[in-house]
C-alpha cells in the first residue's frame, strides 16, 4: 500500500452509533485507520427497519449476516422466477387433452362431439404441436434476447430496482396467461403475446441475481457453494409443476395465476431488502483472487473487540494489504465481455445444454402422459416430471463440488455430458416398463442433463466475470452472465421446437436429437478440456519432482553418518553409500509407479 494513503475497516455499528476509535496505543505504530463509509441512499426501507429494532446477534458478524441474507433471498428469487415459468409445461396436457375416455356435458352440439376434442381448449385442439411448439419457441427466444440486454442495462442501473420490476412484471404476464381462462379467450395471438412479454421480463432474472451474488461472495469454493444455490431451478420447477397440478384438471387459469402472484410479490421482498453491495452498508468487497484473503478473513477481523489492543494492532497490519478505498467499477461491452477466454466455448456448449434440459422442461409431462399407456393422469404427469428436477439438484451440487476439488470446470461437465447420453438412451428402452424404472431413470437422466447446465450458467460465469483482467469488476458479471445464459437461452428456445416437430415422427426421435445435442455439447468444450488436463500433467510432474528431490536429501540424511570418513574405514563407506543408492531407487520407482 502507497506511504499515506487512508486505510478502511468494516466495523460493526448500527444506524447512528459509529464506535469512535479512541484509543492512542492501538494505533500508535500504524497508520490512521477509518470506517468504511455507508451509502444511506442504497440502504432499503425493510434493512433500516431490521437494523433499528432487532439487534443484531452476538454470535454472528454483520458480513455474514448480509452474506446469508442475499444467499437466501436470491435463492427465493429465482425459485419464484422458475415457479412461474413452469406452468405452460403442465398445461399443455389439458390444452390438447383427448376426448375419447370423457363423459360429455349434456349441451354439447351432435357436431362437437363428432370432432371428439370438445373437452380440447380451441385453438389447441388441432395441430397443438405445432402450435405449442410456436409457443415454446417464442417464449425461449424473447427470453434469450431479453437477457442478453437485460445483462447490458442491469449493470448501469440499480440491481434492486431492476430485480424488482423484473419479478413484478413476469408476475403479470403470468397472471394475463391465466385469465384466458375466465375471459373465455380462444385466439392463439392472445396466449402468443403473453408468453412473448413473459419471456422478456423472465430474461431480468439471471442478470440479477448473479451480479448479487458475486458482489458478496469471494472465490473461495465458490464451485460448490452455487451447486447448492443453483438448486433453486430444480426446486422452482417442482414447486412450479406441484402447485400447477392442483387445478389443472379443474381451472387451469389458476395453474398460472397463483405462480404469478408468488413472483410479484417476491418483488416487493426484493424491494424492501436486497442491499446491492457490501459498500453499501460499510463493509469491504470480496476477494476475487485466488492467492489473497478471502471474505471469512475479512469477517474476522470486523468482529475484533474494540478493547482488545493486541488483536486490533494485528488487525491493522493485516488490512493494511487487504483494505483499500473503494475504487469506481465501470460496466463492460458486450463484445469486451465475448473477448474474456472461455466465455465463447461455455456459451455454445450450453447452448445444446439447455436445448436438451428445456425440452424436457416442456414436454416432460406429455411425454410421460403418452408414454404411460393411460397409467397416468394429467396431475400425476405433472408430479412424476418433478423427479426429474429432484435428480437435476444432486447434480448440480455433484458438479460445483467436483468442481472445487479438481479446478477443471470444463472437465467435469464434459464427463457428465458423457453419462448422460448412456441414460438418454435407456430412457428410450425401458420409459414403459412401469413407474419404479421410469423414476430412477428421471433421477438419473436429470442429474447428468443438469450438472452442466448448472455449473455453467453459476460458477463459471462468475469465474470468467471476475477475472484478473476485469480488475475485480464485478460489473462485468451481468454482461458475462447475460451473453453465456442469452446464448444458453437460444438453445433452450430452439430445444424444444426441434422436440415438438419430431415428436410427430414418435419419440424416439426426439431421444436421438437429445444424443446428438450432448455430444455436440461435448465437442465445444474439447479444447478446454484438453488445456486443464495438460495443466494436471504439468502440475503432477513439477510435485513428483519436488518430491525426489526431498528424497534423495533423506535417503542421504539417514545412510550416510557425517561421521564417518571413507579413509577410516573405506569397506564400510562403500556399503552405506550402496545401501542408500539402493534405497533412492525404490522410492523413486514407488512414486512414479
Known sequence: MAVGAQQYVAVPFDDGARPVLNSPPVFASSPRMTPLPENPAAIPYGVRFIRRFIPLPACCSRLAIYRASILTLTYIFYVSYHLARRPMGVVKNVLKQSCANMTPPPDLTECELRNGTWC??????????????????????????????????????????????????SGAWAIINGMAYFWKIHFFSFFLMAQLFGGIFQGTGWPSVVPLMGNWFGKHRLGFI??????????????GAVIAGVWVNHEWGYSFIVPGLIIAACGVIAYLFVVVKPEDVGLPEPDHTEDSLNTTTISEISDISLNDHGKLEKAAVTLDVVMEPPHEKKPITMMHAIKIPGVIEFSLCLFFSKAVYYTFFFWLPV?????????????????????????????????????????????????????????????????????????????????????????????????LGTRPSLTKNTKALATVAGVIDGMGS?????????????????WQAVFYFLIIAQVVALLCLTRLIYREIVHWCSKGKAVRKDSITSINGIANDHYLPPNLSAADDPKEAKRLQESANGFVVNIRRNSIG
Open 226 to 239: 452455487f451447486g447448492v444455490w443453483n438448486s433453486h431451478t430444480s426446486v422452482g420447477n417442482i414447486l
Open 120 to 169: 380440447a381448449w380451441e385453438p389447441f385442439d388441432k395441430d397443438s404441436q405445432k402450435l405449442f411448439s410456436a409457443l415454446d419457441f417464442t417464449y425461449r427466444f424473447s427470453y434469450a434476447v431479453g437477457m442478453i440486454f437485460a445483462g447490458h442495462i442491469a449493470e448501469r442501473t440499480d440491481l434492486r430496482i431492476f430485480i424488482t420490476w423484473g419479478m413484478i412484471l
Open 367 to 463: 411425454y410421460i402422459k403418452e408414454t404411460s399407456n393411460g397409467a397416468v393422469d394429467n396431475h400425476a404427469a405433472a408430479d412424476l416430471s418433478a423427479v426429474f428436477d429432484a435428480g437435476g439438484i444432486i447434480g448440480g451440487i455433484l458438479a460445483g463440488a467436483l468442481s472445487d476439488a479438481t479446478g477443471g470446470s470444463a472437465t467435469v461437465s464434459g464427463a457428465m455430458f458423457i453419462l448422460a447420453i448412456p441414460s438418454l438412451y435407456l430412457m428410450i428402452l425401458y420409459v414403459s416398463q412401469g413407474l419404479t424404472i421410469l423414476i430412477v431413470l428421471l433421477v438419473i437422466t436429470g442429474l447428468f442433463v443438469n450438472g452442466p447446465y448448472a455449473l455453467i450458467t453459476t460458477a463459471v460465469s462468475t469465474d
Open 490 to 506: 437460444l438453445g433452450s428456445a430452439f430445444g424444444p421446437l426441434v422436440a415438438g416437430l419430431l415428436s410427430t415422427y414418435g
